[in-house]
């Protein structure tokens, strides 16, 4: 084959190469314009499924349009607000521990009174069997922060029962079960510092 046939042929290979390359990508890009109302409108229902687990009863506005941003220990935290006539009742919000595994991502719902009306882990890697118990189908031991608030316990009391304080530990892993009690707490008191702004009251009143 003379040396001209080869480039000519190299060449046409690699417009072909470039056109189905191109041809994939726009197909590609169009599949995603076509899904992506669905893929957001599935993510928004995973979100709202996650907030009404902590945060119960009915609500007269939507969460997800109903939020505010504040500063917080790990960044900022982006609090959903429930409101009934007009009024914040529950908000919920996302705080983050640290557990043997690594980072424990909480959901806590909270009312307007600062008492927790639930918790859950929503993200972890902790060891099966062991610091799993923090999941709700595994053992009940994360309702028992529901009804809680920082006067009760006292707030030296927050803490597992290894550590003085009243929240049970898990045999053979203590560390997880301190790591969701220190977040819960650090949300109460994320909520007291900012209970003015997160209700909506002007003037600083509740």
């Not at 939020?67 to 429930?82: H, I, Q, S």
């Not at 919000?93 to 882990?121: D, F, N």
Request: proline share 4%; net charge neutral.
């Amino acid at each position: 084959m003379k040396l001209e046939e080869l480039r000519s042929k190299l060449s046409y290979q690699g417009i072909l190469l470039g056109g189905v390359a191109l041809l994939t990508s726009a197909a590609l890009a169009f599949a995603a314009h076509l899904t992506a109302p669905d893929i957001k409108a599935a993510e928004a229902a995973d979100l709202k499924l996650s907030l009404t687990q902590v945060l119960p009863g009915e609500y007269e506005n939507d969460l997800l349009q109903d939020t505010v941003t504040l500063p917080g220990k790990e960044g900022d935290v982006l609090v959903y607000r429930g409101r009934r006539a007009g009024k914040v009742e529950a908000v919920v919000y996302r705080m983050t521990g640290h557990g043997y595994a690594g980072a424990l991502v909480c959901v806590m719902g909270v009312s307007r009174e600062g008492k927790i009306l639930g918790v859950r882990v929503i993200s972890h890697k902790e060891t099966p069997g062991l610091g799993d118990k923090i999941e709700p189908a595994k053992t009940n031991w994360i309702h028992s922060f529901e009804g809680k608030w920082l006067g009760d316990p006292p707030e030296d009391k927050w803490g597992v029962k290894k550590d003085g304080g009243v929240f049970d530990q898990f045999a053979g892993a203590t560390i997880t079960p301190r790591g969701v009690v220190k977040a819960v707490k650090e949300g109460l008191e994320f909520f007291e510092q900012n209970r003015a702004t997160l209700l909506d009251e002007a003037g600083g009143k509740s």
